[in-house]
T-cell receptor
């Protein structure tokens, strides 16, 4: 079983829409959780960390549900510049980072 | 200049050749990682190093070796390249020594390797 699983999409949404991505992880002892963004042919970059209490950064909201072992990312008022692949990332007790395969988002004018 | 630099950025080689991908960083981070990315498989960890004397295998280390020549340098070698090692390779760093640890990985721009 994969450490981290994501729906690969693609998600095609109009500008201004709200879109949500989910991610599940298999190891209940996982310690840290992140969403990274990867533009086409570029390196991944941290979008936001995910905290147990949930956290928000502008139009982006991340939530963690430890009981169900899933992480979510909500993007409100989608912009064309949000088009990218979003990677769910989980670390274990050995501080190894495990990546999901990514969810592709295209925001359409 | 990028904080994490990978060379070469692109390389085409033939089966059986030895290839080295190099990574250097100016961030002063203690931890360095090598990942490969394949379509539909995401990023998979090849090797990681928590300091100069510490080398650890990741999920897919077979066919690869690494060298941590200094805190700032971490090289990945393919002793005898094969076509299924065609992929996009990323080096990354993270910082555990400073009090400002965020768990963030900082990636190089990637090295695209094609093995014919």
């Amino acid at each position: 079983r994969k450490e981290v699983e994501q729906d690969p999409g693609p998600f095609n949404v109009p500008e201004g829409a709200t879109v949500a991505f989910n991610c599940t992880y298999s190891n209940s002892a996982s310690q840290s959780f992140f969403w990274y963004r990867q533009d086409c042919r570029k390196e991944p970059k941290l979008l936001m960390s995910v905290y147990s209490s949930g956290n928000e950064d502008g139009r982006f909201t991340a939530q963690l549900n430890r009981a169900s072992q899933y992480i979510s990312l909500l993007i409100r008022d989608s912009k064309l510049s949000d088009s990218a692949t979003y990677l769910c990332v989980v670390t274990n007790t050995g501080n190894q980072f495990y990546f999901g395969t990514g969810t592709s988002l295209t925001v359409i004018p | 200049d990028a904080d994490v630099t990978q060379t070469p950025r692109n390389r085409i080689t033939k089966t059986g050749k030895r290839i080295m991908l190099e990574c250097s960083q100016t961030k002063g981070h203690d931890r360095m990682y090598w990942y490969r990315q394949d379509p539909g498989l995401g990023l998979r960890l090849i090797y990681y190093s928590f300091d100069v004397k510490d080398i650890n295998k990741g999920e897919i280390s077979d066919g690869y070796s690494v060298s941590r020549q200094a805190q700032a340098k971490f090289s990945l070698s393919l002793e005898s390249a094969i076509p299924n090692q065609t992929a996009l390779y990323f080096c990354a760093t993270s910082d555990m020594t400073s009090g400002a640890y965020t768990g963030e990985l900082f990636f190089g721009e990637g090295s695209r390797l094609t093995v014919l």
